[in-house]
């Protein structure tokens, strides 16, 4: 059972660029999250996504796009990279059923020079 | 909006010791509350769910505890041995109108544990 799957797991960006972070999970999840974190810092919603089709803005989501086309893959697109953006990024998802956790992927380490 | 915060930031104890992590928040219509462990360079994986109509969750050495009307949540190691060294984080799943299904982390409590 694979979980969440991060793909890449690393990048160098250069300002201006653009990327998608990929992100797929085979439980069958209805809810899908992408955070990012800061050194020292806790985790900051970006993007989340209760369902196919169905998506809503987090904390920080300036800079960012997703879109949730199936219930398996939620990618999130970066465009025009800047150095603020300089994090690692994690993908996670969850059923909000009774007793089901959180389940993260391994994150990416994103660095825009 | 909800507010996470984990209160001490940082903690270190010498080996055998029983210790409390606390979080606490502010919007009390979560439906569940989520304790998570990550080590520097990784993901997190999750430690303990608490619904939010239970009160407390034993997984081994670990048990966390929800008072929703107090807005407060601990994690109680008891123990605690050098492996248990790592960024524990707690999470909140709201329950009300656009929150639903959002969920806030608090910045995490560092621990360290030393022999």
């Known amino acids: 059972n694979a979980g969440v799957t991060q793909t890449p797991k690393f990048r160098i960006l250069k300002i201006g660029q653009s990327m998608t972070l990929q992100c797929t999970q085979d439980?069958?999840?209805?809810?899908m999250y992408w955070y990012r974190q800061d050194p020292g810092m806790g985790l900051k919603l970006i993007y989340y996504?209760?369902?196919?089709?169905?998506?809503d803005k987090g904390e920080v989501p300036n800079g960012y796009n997703v879109s949730r086309s199936t219930t398996e893959d939620f990618p999130l697109r970066l465009e025009l990279a800047a150095p603020s953006q300089t994090s690692v990024y994690f993908c996670?998802?969850?059923?909000?059923?009774?007793?089901?956790?959180?389940?993260f992927g391994n994150g990416t380490r994103l660095t825009v020079t | 909006k909800q507010e996470v915060t984990q209160i001490p930031a940082a903690l270190s104890v010498p080996e055998g010791e029983n210790l409390v992590l606390n979080c606490s928040f502010t919007?009390?219509?979560?439906?569940?509350l989520q304790w998570f462990r990550q080590d520097p360079g990784k993901g997190l994986t999750s430690l303990l769910l608490?619904?939010?109509?239970?009160r407390e969750q034993t997984s081994g050495r670990l048990n966390a505890s929800l008072d929703k009307s107090s807005g407060r949540s601990t994690l109680y190691i008891a123990a605690s041995q050098p492996g248990d060294s790592a960024t524990y984080l707690c999470?909140?799943?709201?329950?009300?109108?656009?929150?639903?299904?959002?969920?806030?982390f608090g910045q995490g409590t560092i621990l360290t544990v030393h022999p």
């Open positions: 996504s209760v369902g196919a089709g169905i998506t």
């Open positions: 999470a909140t799943a709201g329950a009300g109108g656009t929150s639903y299904g959002k969920l806030t």
């Open positions: 439980m069958n999840h209805n809810y």
């Open positions: 996670a998802s969850g059923s909000l059923s009774y007793n089901s956790p959180l389940h």
């Open positions: 608490i619904q939010s109509s239970q």
């Open positions: 919007d009390s219509a979560i439906y569940n």
